[in-house]
């Protein structure tokens, strides 16, 4: 029966092929270091179900974030789980990221022709990082509020252009509202589209191109 | 012979993480439906007498108005709610308590005097003066709460 559908679907939107391009194509004889871009994706798609599940309550303006991320982790049921998960999510996040970039300057997987790949991947980091930044002042609280207050401070420090970036990321002179809207705003849009786009594209070529396969001992 | 242990192998692999896969999603699933909904499924279950007034404010057989405010928690924001009730005695000692929101849909109904009956705009429903429907969309009579007579003080039963 399954075998039937499957079969009828994939007369008519082609499944298999994707399906064979993604799952079983070819790969050279690696280690589990060669893991860890799936494992950062694993928990990119775990920070996806679970981000989407805390909008759900969530308020990003300052009279009602720390109430509702406390209504969500005491009152809603499974609503600490959830946050729990989307909390260390975003660690495992950074850390797996940055191993997975250790593991390719080791394996020298980002030489030619994968360099674009390389590339898309800085994008990601990138994107990672401004999850990391963005996300940790929407709980509201002391930490929250003063950790933003240094962050968007070092970027005041840069010469000539700090102080306009120190404004545009604080929507203004001071930490307020208007910068709380706006981290959420690129939360969980700007930079869910950007870290799609990136990660569609590395995708693409990590499927286009294979897989490096373990340098050997000679080279 | 080769070849079919392949397979073998193949197989248990996918299915290992088929069944690695969906432990994961279950354990992802159970607790995201309870937090959608959790909040649902919660019932008010405090109860509390509400003062409403003196007794000697109720005119003797038509409807009184009475107003009170309670505050109510809806998920992490305490609101102030009006309530309006009307309260009917015929002979100052047993009290009726009528919730002013129609059965219906839940606008507010008003006591009209000169047709001695409960009006609501909305659907044009008419209640009568113990709250029974008269005419109008309404599937039953006006909610009516419990009420209790203390020092000369009316009292209402709210929640529960
Ligand atoms: S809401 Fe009162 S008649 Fe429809």
């Known amino acids: ?219 | 012979m080769e070849e079919k242990d392949q397979l073998g192998r193949r197989n248990f692999l996918a299915i290992a993480i088929g069944a690695i896969g969906a432990v994961i999603g279950v354990v992802i699933a159970i607790p995201a439906v309870a937090y959608v909904v959790g909040p649902a499924l919660k019932r008010k279950t405090s109860e509390d007498w509400v003062r409403l007034g003196p007794t000697s404010k109720v005119e003797l057989g038509t409807p009184t108005l009475f107003k009170t405010t309670i505050e109510r928690q809806t998920g992490w924001i305490v609101t102030e709610e009006e309530l309006s009730i009307y309260i009917l005695t015929e002979d100052g000692r047993d009290y009726i308590a009528l919730s002013n929101i129609c059965t219906h849909l839940g606008c507010r109904v008003r006591w009209i005097t000169d047709q001695g009956q409960y009006f609501c705009p909305c659907h044009n429903a008419a209640f009568d003066k113990i709250g029974l429907v008269v005419s109008g969309p309404p599937p039953r009579p006006l909610d009516r709460y419990e009420t209790k007579v203390e020092d000369d003080q009316l009292y209402i039963l709210l929640g529960g």
């Not at chain 1, 594209?201 to 499927?207: A, P, R, S």
Request: charged content about 15%; glycine content about 10%.
């Open chain 1, 1 to 219: 029966m399954s075998v039937h559908i499957g079969d009828w679907l994939d007369e008519r939107i082609g499944w298999r092929n994707v399906w064979e391009a993604i799952f079983l194509r070819k790969i050279p004889k690696v280690n589990w270091f060669y893991t860890l871009g799936s494992a950062t994706l694993f928990v990119a798609v775990l920070q996806g179900i679970t981000g989407i599940l805390l909008t759900i309550y969530y308020v990003p303006t300052p009279d009602h974030a720390y109430d509702s991320v406390v209504f969500i982790t005491t009152q809603v049921p499974g609503g600490w789980f959830i946050r729990g998960v989307h909390h260390w999510g975003a660690s495992a996040m950074v850390i797996l990221a940055v191993l997975h970039m250790v593991r390719v300057i080791m394996s020298g997987s980002y030489k030619y022709p994968r360099e674009v790949t390389w590339f898309t991947g800085v994008g990601l980091l990138l994107a990672v990082m401004g999850f990391g930044f963005t996300g940790y002042l929407l709980p509201w609280d002391q930490k929250a509020y003063w950790a933003t207050i240094v962050g968007t401070r070092i970027a005041g420090v840069a010469p000539l252009i700090g102080d306009p970036i120190l404004r545009i990321m604080r929507g203004g002179e001071e930490l307020s509202a208007v910068t709380l809207a706006r981290f959420f705003g690129a939360h969980i849009w700007v930079l869910p589209a950007t870290l799609l786009l990136f990660l569609g594209f590395h995708m693409y070529l990590v499927i286009r191109l294979g897989i490096s396969a373990v340098p050997r001992k000679e080279e």
